[in-house]
């Protein structure tokens, strides 16, 4: 069964198709909402050898002329380097104004495909088609794009929402487990900061979300699949709400990154894949949050339970203060050289902008990191 959640902004407004099979019906429904038939196909080389020809048999089906482009898989792709090798294929695939990028991918193609949709002839139409949980539940939905500089992760980047978001479950079978495993921070996040009783779904059945999805039968990918809606759902109310980060709601889905993407950047992007760093930085926002804004330590104990239950990282060792500190003041959410963290005050209720004693965060940051 499919799903459709909306995501509400006017003019560029658009819908998450979630569900299983919908791979084959991506050309029917881009035709739908798009003009443009010239397309380029951003894709890594693993979601390529898998799933690029479906896709582009879909687009070519639907009467659009498809070039693919790859780039290598892993977060080193999301860089200056990439991009402008797609301004290239862009140019080759005669991408004009009516142009549509197509990202067929996880987060690091998601972000990338969009950034070049986003300032190609300053600004094309684009579609995400999110390959892993992470991309699914995260970075496909609400038009954050961009890449990276050595000194830190999103420097570079714009807001551009996709016209569609087509996101086929069966992709899944195509996942490394520690794939699926990094994208489950995500969805405890989402718990976390605004659904309770989301949180308590995951805590009750760690069982079916900790399983391969090729083993999970009709009931279990039933109950996967709301779970991924839900996360959608979320993410769709706070961007309809902040688009643009300038009332601070969306800054709540920022939970964990703070030290998350300084724990990428100490260690060398790719060598701790977001999910989990993001894991091990919502260990010390809660821990924080005990500290600060009164988050009952039960509520502490109850998260770094869910995320082990998970095969999550509850710690990053091996990482030194100096370098993690020095990351979160580049951080794009720090201000003044301040990092900035959300904290919660209970499951569910979360606040943004927080600022944290520099002795507290250095002794968290620490403990997590030895």
């Given at each position: 069964?499919?799903q459709?959640?909306?995501?509400?902004?006017g003019?560029?407004?658009?819908?998450?198709h979630?569900g299983?099979g919908?791979?084959p019906?991506?050309?029917?429904l881009m035709a739908?909402?798009?003009?443009?038939?010239r397309v380029l196909?951003?894709?890594d080389?693993?979601?390529?050898?898998?799933?690029?020809e479906?896709v582009?048999v879909?687009?070519?089906g639907?009467?659009f002329?498809v070039s693919?482009s790859?780039?290598?898989?892993?977060?080193?792709?999301?860089?200056g380097?990439q991009?402008?090798?797609?301004?290239?294929a862009?140019?080759?695939?005669?991408?004009?104004?009516s142009?549509?990028v197509?990202a067929?991918?996880?987060?690091v193609v998601g972000?990338?495909?969009g950034?070049l949709a986003?300032?190609?002839?300053?600004?094309?139409a684009?579609?995400?088609?999110?390959?892993?949980l992470?991309?699914?539940?995260d970075s496909?939905?609400g038009?954050k794009?961009?890449?990276?500089?050595?000194s830190g992760?999103?420097l570079v980047?714009?807001?551009?929402q996709?016209?569609?978001v087509?996101a086929d479950?069966?992709?899944?079978t195509?996942?490394?487990?520690?794939e699926t495993?990094?994208?489950?921070?995500?969805?405890v996040k989402y718990?976390?900061i605004r659904?309770?009783?989301?949180?308590?779904?995951?805590e009750e059945h760690?069982?079916?979300?900790?399983r391969p999805w090729?083993?999970?039968?009709?009931?279990?990918?039933?109950?996967?699949?709301n779970v991924?809606?839900?996360?959608?759902?979320?993410k769709?109310e706070?961007?309809?709400?902040?688009e643009?980060?300038?009332s601070g709601?969306r800054?709540?889905?920022?939970?964990?990154?703070t030290?998350g993407?300084?724990?990428e950047?100490?260690?060398?992007y790719?060598?701790?894949?977001?999910?989990?760093?993001?894991?091990?930085?919502?260990?010390?926002a809660?821990?924080?949050?005990?500290r600060?804004?009164?988050?009952p330590?039960?509520d502490?104990?109850?998260?770094?339970?869910?995320l082990?239950a998970?095969?999550?990282?509850v710690?990053a060792?091996?990482?030194a203060w100096?370098?993690?500190r020095?990351a979160?003041?580049l951080?794009?959410k720090?201000?003044a050289?301040?990092p900035r963290?959300?904290?919660?005050?209970?499951?569910?209720?979360s606040?943004?902008?927080?600022a944290?004693?520099?002795d507290?965060?250095e002794a968290?940051?620490?403990d997590?990191?030895t």
């Open positions: 069964m499919t459709i959640v909306n995501v509400v902004l003019s560029r407004s658009y819908a998450i979630l299983e919908l791979l019906q991506l050309g029917v739908q909402v798009l003009r443009g038939r196909l951003v894709t080389n693993h979601v390529s050898a898998i799933l690029g479906t582009t879909s687009l070519r639907a009467g002329a693919r790859v780039v290598p898989a892993g977060e080193a792709s999301k860089c380097e991009l402008f090798a797609l301004y290239e862009a140019k080759q695939a005669g991408l004009d104004r142009g549509i197509v067929l991918g996880g987060g972000d990338l495909a950034y986003a300032s190609w002839l300053r600004g094309i684009f579609v995400q088609v999110p390959t892993t992470l991309a699914m539940v496909s939905v038009g794009t961009g890449i990276n500089l050595p992760k999103n980047g714009a807001f551009h996709p016209a569609l087509l479950l069966d992709a899944f195509t996942l490394p487990p520690r495993r990094a994208g489950l921070a995500e969805v718990g976390a659904d309770a009783q989301l949180f308590q779904t995951l760690t069982a079916v979300f900790s090729k083993d999970l039968d009709a009931a279990g990918r039933a109950l996967f699949g991924i809606a839900r996360c959608c759902a979320i769709a706070v961007v309809a709400g902040d643009r980060e300038e709601l800054a709540i889905l920022n939970f964990g990154h030290l993407h300084a724990i950047n100490a260690s060398g790719g060598r701790i894949l977001h999910g989990e760093a993001v894991a091990v930085g919502m260990v010390a809660v821990r924080l949050s005990a600060l804004t009164g988050l330590e039960a502490v104990a109850r998260l770094e339970k869910l082990v998970l095969g999550l990282p710690r060792p091996g990482l100096t370098d993690l020095a979160m003041k951080d794009k720090s201000e050289g301040v963290f959300v904290l919660l005050k209970q499951l569910g209720e606040l943004s902008g927080c944290v004693p520099e507290v965060l968290i940051a620490r997590l990191g």
